[in-house]
């Protein structure tokens, strides 16, 4: 069975330009998770999607940030502009329901500001 | 806001020797999941324990559940090097599907 897939794997950016992050997780899959895990800390929910519609973006900051999942598959999280602060390392993960079975993680992506 | 806790935030022992690390939460939850986190790397879950059972077993993994006390516990026995790395709970809380995440247990196993 493939995993969660991200990409890129490393991105550095300077502070006011854009990144995406796309993923795609893993077949069959209904419950999609953005996070964002600074260094030392544990993930942060930023977003879940159920199929396409979304759940909780409750810590998502919406002045930046923003997040799709296309016709419920795969998904894109985008931020504009980017401040020092956002980096950190940004994880996917789906499940096959809304926190009641086992989250499946991808690699994730390591965001660096400069 | 955080659901779950982890304690103590960082547990460093000899290889072969028991590590326990603790979780407690704030509200009901429908189930308990720990999961473990390589150096820069995903997360992989563990185990998950439902609210309705009191202690589960998975290799040399045991996990407690104590709803009444709002905690559970997370044995490693007869630890290895491999089993350097971070454990998290998520505690989905009663009646939401949201999966949250305490600041986690950094272990080191010395060999």
């Known amino acids: 069975e493939a995993g969660v897939a991200q990409s890129p794997r490393y991105k550095i950016i300077e502070k006011r330009q854009s990144v995406a992050f796309w993923c795609n997780p893993i077949s069959g899959h209904a419950t999609l998770y953005w996070y964002q895990q600074i260094l030392g800390q544990g993930p942060k929910l930023l977003i879940q999607?159920?199929?396409?519609?979304?759940?909780?973006d409750s810590q998502l900051p919406k002045d930046r940030f923003s997040a799709e999942r296309l016709k419920g598959v795969d998904s894109t999280l985008k931020i504009q502009p980017a401040k020092l602060e956002d980096s950190a390392v940004y994880l996917c993960?789906?499940?096959?329901?809304?926190?009641?079975?086992?989250?499946?993680f991808g690699q994730g992506t390591r965001l660096t500001v400069v | 806001s955080q659901q779950g806790e982890e304690d103590p935030q960082a547990l460093s022992i000899q290889e072969g020797e028991n590590a326990t690390m603790n979780c407690s939460y704030k509200t009901s939850i429908n189930n308990l999941q720990w999961y473990r986190q390589n150096s820069g790397r995903g997360l992989v879950h563990l185990i998950l324990i439902r609210s309705n059972e009191r202690e589960k077993h998975s290799g040399r993994l045991r996990v407690t559940l104590d709803t009444s006390k709002k905690s559970s516990s997370l044995l490693i026995t007869a630890s290895r090097a491999a089993d350097t790395a971070s454990y998290f709970c998520?505690?989905?809380?009663?009646?939401?599907?949201?999966?949250?995440f305490g600041k986690g247990t950094m272990l080191l196993v010395s060999p």
């Open positions: 998520a505690t989905p809380p009663r009646g939401y599907s949201t999966l949250t």
């Open positions: 993960a789906s499940s096959l329901g809304q926190g009641y079975t086992e989250a499946f």
């Open positions: 999607f159920q199929n396409n519609g979304v759940v909780d």
